[in-house]
């Protein structure tokens, strides 16, 4: 522990940060109680790497998706009775509270609530764009396709009445209020504490925390609270979050730490790993999430302990790791993972990859281009990153070499998606998702030809399903840069344009791009059968050639029609 307190230990600051009006009233209406109250953990973290981003006038402010933890004097039932509506369900002295319940209290009005979701809109919206295969705007697909489940799956969506802000209320964090806690025993479960003993301090609280720059509290005194309330005005506010001076507890150097881009521990390493040992996760999690480095003697002491991981639930370690897999280096983490010695506890399948040679196109060992393929591939979905992991997993026990040197892999994918779903059991996985890591590895070696059929690509969407197409793309894509070569060719793009055709192929005269009013306006018919029969004749050309489906082009195969029957 930190001797001599460093200067930035209680330290008033100058740059600009906006808090939110939820988390301003929490902290206002505990101090008006008479208790302590300051911002911890994450969210200071978060909030001072926001900073560094901005120019000097430029103010620094979450997203509402990012948790809001808070650290009090007060003991839950005290926090109960301030905040009737929270909840309170475990035993580390965690009291939780929702946004819907926080805009109760504060009385806030449907004006307020309709500026925060449109001024937080970007955070709720998904990023991805230009799916290949979008179930939600297929009006129609072809019956070889077509299963119970998507039927289903399209008609909950037609008839879904759930407003948009009530799915995205869905994704909003809860609001954590945690009371103070003191250094407790861990009498050798490395996971949890034998007991739970409240702190007297913030000082005491920051002392049991994992990382410095976890151990930052940033406090707002009553002055800069009520300088707040005074700007918030209940019936007409349009500004979501508020400027007011703060000041940080910073007794670990985690100031420091994070200007030099470093993860150390509070204290001994040794000492917070045998604590908890999902901390040893953690570090690396943050390592690869902050693009931080590990502190040397941090590093040093997780291959010394990785054996404790086997201490750990599986729950907590996926969620841990599934979290690396979707950072922005998820390649350094598993290489950290490995010369750390965590791997071979978690994922030692993934080390026997390692100097087994491949052939054709590939330039590396199954080990170096599993590990690209994770980097390049581009899903957000951490189950598409996981199995871009392993598509490759069972090569190990299906190389064979024959007598001119020729290697190959019969069936290593057939194989390879077995190895996966007992991973996925290992993780705690839920069914569903097992059975979707399964099918992205076992098809990841799907190939395209332009003489295949259209009944032969139906028969490919059908296998994979169309819900997994474009993770299946994705996968591809990560292979494919992984191997070195570029991320697409004409031929993946040309079976790209025939799924689309073969979704949403028009089944009926009602999906043709022109109707009867187009044809009397265009031609000054007149209502009768003759529309009807040009409308026909249309649509069984439409049928042998999809593309043909464009107004423009159906006008000017009508006006033919038209010719030869007069």
């Known amino acids: 522990m930190t ?55 430029e103010v620094a402010q979450l997203s509402p998706l990012v948790d809001q933890d808070i650290a009090t004097d007060a003991k839950p039932e005290e ?39 449109q001024n937080n809109k970007r955070f709720f919206e998904s990023k ?9 705007k297929a009006t129609k697909i072809h019956s070889s396709l077509t299963t119970k489940k998507i039927k289903q799956s399209q008609k909950q969506e037609t008839i879904s009445s759930e407003p948009i802000q009530a799915k995205w209320n869905k994704s909003l964090p809860l609001f954590e209020l945690t009371t103070f806690r003191s250094q407790e025993e861990y009498v050798n479960s490395h996971r949890r504490p034998s007991s739970l003993s409240w702190g007297e301090s913030i000082e005491e609280d920051l002392e049991r925390r994992d990382f410095t720059i976890n151990a930052i509290a940033l406090k707002l005194d009553e002055s800069a609270l009520t300088s707040w309330k005074k700007q918030f005005t209940l019936a007409k506010v349009d500004q979501q979050a508020v400027v007011l001076p703060y000041q940080l507890i910073d007794q670990h150097q985690g100031l420091d730490d994070l200007e030099q881009h470093l993860i150390r521990t509070v204290g001994q390493p040794s000492e917070r790993f045998q604590e908890d040992a999902l901390r040893m996760l953690r570090a690396i999690r943050f390592s690869v999430q902050l693009n ?4 040397p003697a941090t590093l040093k002491a997780i291959s010394h302990q990785a054996h404790l991981i086997q201490h750990i639930s599986w729950e907590r370690i996926r969620d841990e790791f599934l979290k690396m897999l979707t950072s922005a280096q998820p390649q350094k983490a598993i290489v950290l993972m490995d010369r750390t010695h965590l791997l071979s506890y978690i994922l030692p399948e993934l080390i026997k990859t390692k100097g087994v040679e491949q052939a054709g196109h590939h330039t590396t060992d199954v080990w170096t281009h599993s590990l690209a393929a994770l980097q390049t591939c581009p899903s957000n979905d951490a189950l598409v990153k996981l199995a871009a992991l392993l598509h490759d997993i069972a090569k190990p026990q299906t190389q064979k070499i024959d007598q001119s040197g020729h290697i190959s892999f019969y069936n290593h994918e057939v194989i390879g998606a077995r190895v996966a779903k007992k991973i996925g059991q290992r993780l705690r996985l839920s069914k569903k998702e097992q059975n979707r890591l399964f099918t992205l590895v076992r098809f990841h070696m799907f190939h395209y030809q332009p003489q295949n059929s259209d009944a032969s690509v139906r028969r490919f969407m059908r296998q994979v399903g169309l819900e997994n197409i474009d993770d299946i793309l ?7 840069l992984g191997s070195g070569a570029k991320k697409t060719s004409w031929r993946l793009e040309e079976f790209k344009q025939r799924m689309i055709v073969q979704l949403n192929q028009p089944m009926s005269i009602t999906d043709l791009a022109i109707d009867g009013h187009d044809l009397i306006e265009k031609f000054n018919l007149t209502p009768g059968r003759k529309i009807g029969q040009v409308l026909q004749q249309l649509f069984q050309q439409v049928l042998e050639d999809p593309t043909l489906n464009k107004k423009e082009l159906l006008l000017k195969q009508a006006q033919k029609i038209l010719a030869k029957s007069s």
């Open 128 to 136: 991805r764009k230009g799916k290949i295969i979008d179930l939600k």
């Open 474 to 480: 994705d996968l591809r894509e990560g292979d494919r």
């Open 3 to 57: 001797a001599n307190p460093p200067t930035s230990y209680n330290k008033q600051m100058t740059s600009q940060l906006a808090f939110n009006h939820e988390t301003l009233f929490i902290l206002d209406r505990l101090t008006q109680a008479g208790h302590e109250a300051y911002l911890v953990g994450g969210t200071v973290r978060d909030l001072l790497l926001e900073t560094k981003k901005r120019q000097p006038n």
């Open 79 to 117: 926090i109960m009775q301030l905040f009737p509506e929270a909840f309170y369900e475990n035993k580390f002295g965690t009291v939780s509270l929702s946004y819907e319940h926080l805009w109760q209290s504060m009385q806030v009005t449907s004006t307020y609530q309709q500026n925060f979701y």
């Open 292 to 295: 931080f480095q590990i502190e």
